[in-house]
Nanobody, 123 residues
Framework: QVQLVESGGGSVQAGGSLKLSCAAS??????MTWFRQAPGLAREGVAT????????AYTDSVRGRFTMSRDESTNTVLLQMNSLKPEDTAIYYC??????????????????WGQGTPVTVSS
């Protein structure tokens, strides 16, 4: 049984930092990605990491502020979020797929999702 369990969300003031974790079990994912969804908006890909190469990619709005990394010993991916802005407020989801085919930031290519962790950034 595949499980993705996120943690680390919370409330911070603008300019602050949070670190999200996603612990995966039951899967060796070829690619893992953080998505977020704000109220009334579509789910948006934020950051992705490829297991074999370790290559990461980011959406433009977070590049330079967010850093995604992995801990292979614990099958965990992390998202360090710095210089947070109110527009970063959303539910953050971890997603995983065995295959690395398809667009990394397309929700449709992922087979497994976590339950989400909320991030609130106040101005």
């Amino acid at each position: 049984q595949v499980q993705l369990v996120e943690s680390g969300g919370g409330s911070v003031q603008a300019g602050g930092s949070l670190k999200l974790s996603c612990a995966a079990s039951g899967i060796i994912a070829g690619r893992m990605t953080w998505f977020r969804q704000a109220p009334g908006l579509a789910r948006e890909g934020v950051a992705t990491i490829y297991r074999t190469s370790g290559i990461t990619a980011y959406t433009d709005s977070v590049r330079g502020r967010f850093t995604m990394s992995r801990d292979e010993s614990t099958n965990t991916v992390l998202l360090q979020m710095n210089s947070l802005k109110p527009e970063d407020t959303a539910i953050y989801y971890c997603a995983a797929s065995v295959s690395i085919m398809g667009a990394a930031f397309s929700p449709d290519v992922y087979d497994y999702w976590g339950q989400g962790t909320p991030v609130t950034v106040s101005s």
